[in-house]
Every structure is written in C-alpha cells, then in structure tokens.
C-alpha cells in the first residue's frame, strides 16, 4: 500500500519523506554542532576578554555575516568533484553551514558573557585563581545555559530551511540522497499541475518540520525567560 503513491521511478512517496526528514534532521543536527562549537569559542573569548580582542572577533564575525550563501555554495558547487559520495557531500554540506551559521549564535552568548563577567561570584573566582577556562566553563556557562539551548532550538530550522533551499535549486544533495529539498525539486517541473497532490507532500512536511521546532524553541525561550513576557 502506497499512503502517498509513487514517483515516476515507482518508489513509495512516503518511505522517501520520511527517510529526507531523518537526513534533514542529520544535516541541521551536524550543522548546529559546528555553529555552537565556534560561537562558543568566539563568543566567549570576545565576550570575557573584551578589549582589542573583543573589537577584533567583533569585527571577524560581521564580516562572517555578510557573506552571501547562495554565491558561495555556487563556488562550492564548482569546486565538489562528481567523483565525491554521498556521505562525503552529506557532511561537506553540513560543515559549511556551520562554518557560517555561528555568527548570530556567538553575538548572543558574548551578550550574555559581558552582562555576567562583572557580577560578584565570577570576580570571586578570579581571586582564588581561576584561569579563564575554568571560569568561563564551571561559571559563566551555566549561568545561561538555557537561553544556549533556546538559541540552539531556535537556529536548528534556520539551518535545515538553508539545506532544504541549497538542495531545491540543486546546489545540496541530490538525488538518489533523500532530503526534503531533492524531493521538493520535483516541484518545480511542468508535470506538477497534473500531480500536485504527491509533489506537494513533501512541502507540507517541510512547512510542519520548521514550524514545530520554531514554536517548540518560543515555549522553551518563554519558559526559560519568564519576565520576557509581558504581565497582564
């Protein structure tokens, strides 16, 4: 039984979409690592130390922002040989976009960092002599360990969302890798208007998986952050 029938090759609509969520899961997952390993690093050390050294990350991490995706995975398009697996594109893909998803996550722990690295018990310990390592890691970090992991909740569609469109226009993972960007590449050929009630599932799955993590990452932000809602 085919719930959502089959592709022109005859394989089963549904096993495909639920297997392209497992590998958009596995993408956003990997790339989310990446991205809160060097905002963790960057943001800390630029949040802690302040100074030049502040000035200078600050100054790394804008130019990190302003870099333009779409060109760049063009230029990375170019550059992945045919003769690469799909494993190997799999975590290519994945590491880019950690490589530049970091930026906004670092600009909001140095936030955090520079609101709490002036508050009596972090001054405490650097008396007793605590090397910065161990103040950021056994101190700061836990003091805001929350807000990280709504950062963290909340960024995860973003990455997926710039999978899911890097694969649409052919720039990610392409078939025979199951994402719910290869699959929705199907969308935009001239035979949709005649199947459209197959084509468009993996949209509506698309939409569902972003949306979920969206407002599952705004109740665990209110959670943690209570006094960000306003008191009737």
């Not at 594109?89 to 880019?96: C, D, K, L, T």
């Not at 508050?119 to 836990?142: D, F, M, N, S, T």
């Not at 197959?198 to 569902?208: K, T």
């Amino acid at each position: 039984i085919h719930l959502f029938g089959t592709d022109k090759t005859g394989k089963d609509i549904f096993s495909r979409t639920l297997h392209a969520i497992y590998t958009s899961l596995a993408v956003g997952t990997l790339g989310v690592l990446i991205a809160f390993v060097l905002a963790l690093v960057i943001g800390g050390v630029s949040g802690y130390f302040g100074g030049w050294i502040d000035s200078v990350l600050q100054m790394f991490t804008d130019a990190i922002r302003t870099v333009p995706p779409i060109p760049l995975f063009m230029a990375f398009a170019a550059f992945m040989p045919d003769t690469w697996s799909s494993e190997v594109r799999f975590f290519f893909i994945a590491s880019v976009l950690g490589l530049i998803g970091w930026p906004t996550l670092a600009r909001r722990i140095r936030t955090h960092l520079l609101t709490e690295r002036s508050q009596e018990y972090v001054l405490a310990a650097e008396l007793c002599g605590a090397k910065p390592g161990h103040v950021i890691r056994r101190h700061l970090l836990p003091s805001f360990t929350s807000y990280i992991i709504v950062d963290l909740m909340i960024t995860f569609p973003y990455v997926v969302r710039s999978e899911t469109a890097l694969s649409f226009i052919g720039l990610g993972l392409t078939d025979p890798v199951n994402s719910l960007g290869s699959l929705m590449q199907n969308v935009s050929k001239a035979d949709v208007l005649l199947n459209y009630q197959w084509y468009l599932i993996p949209v509506i799955f698309f939409i569902a998986f972003v949306l979920a993590f969206v407002f599952v990452g705004d109740g665990i932000r209110d959670a943690a952050d209570p006094y960000s809602q306003t008191k009737k």
